[in-house]
């Protein structure tokens, strides 16, 4: 499975941003898909993921600004990522989980500066 992440950039404190990751290869159902992001000198932490059925769990400081969503027919999640903060500055991976095997993306650098 390989997965390519876009959206990410520069964008000022407050403002919104959305990132996609398109999973390709060979793909079996059901799978997961979710982000997490490393700032620098931090561990990766969770940012969202989303079940095969739709079920979605978040990062306690991302709950109620970020939302994630899946497009099952194109293999694709999205996080629209809502009143951002400098605290979330950070690399963002996309991960496929499937058949207890899991798959990292390239990471999508998000900047959040005025």
């Known amino acids: 499975v390989q997965l390519q992440a876009s959206g990410g950039g520069l964008v000022q404190p407050g403002g919104s941003l959305r990132l996609s990751c398109a999973a390709s290869?060979?793909?079996?159902?059901?799978?997961?898909m979710g982000w997490y992001r490393q700032a620098p000198g931090k561990q990766r932490e969770l940012v969202a993921v989303?079940?095969?059925?739709?079920?979605?769990n978040y990062g306690d400081s991302v709950k109620g600004r970020f939302t994630i969503a899946r497009d099952n027919a194109k293999n694709m999640v999205s996080l629209q990522m809502n009143t951002l903060k400098s605290e979330d500055t950070a690399v963002y991976y996309c991960?496929?989980?499937?058949?207890?095997?899991?798959?990292w993306g390239q990471g999508t650098l998000v900047t959040v500066s005025s």
């Open positions: 989303i079940g095969s059925e739709g079920s979605t």
């Open positions: 991960k496929f989980i499937s058949r207890g095997t899991a798959y």
């Open positions: 290869g060979t793909i079996f159902s059901p799978y997961a």
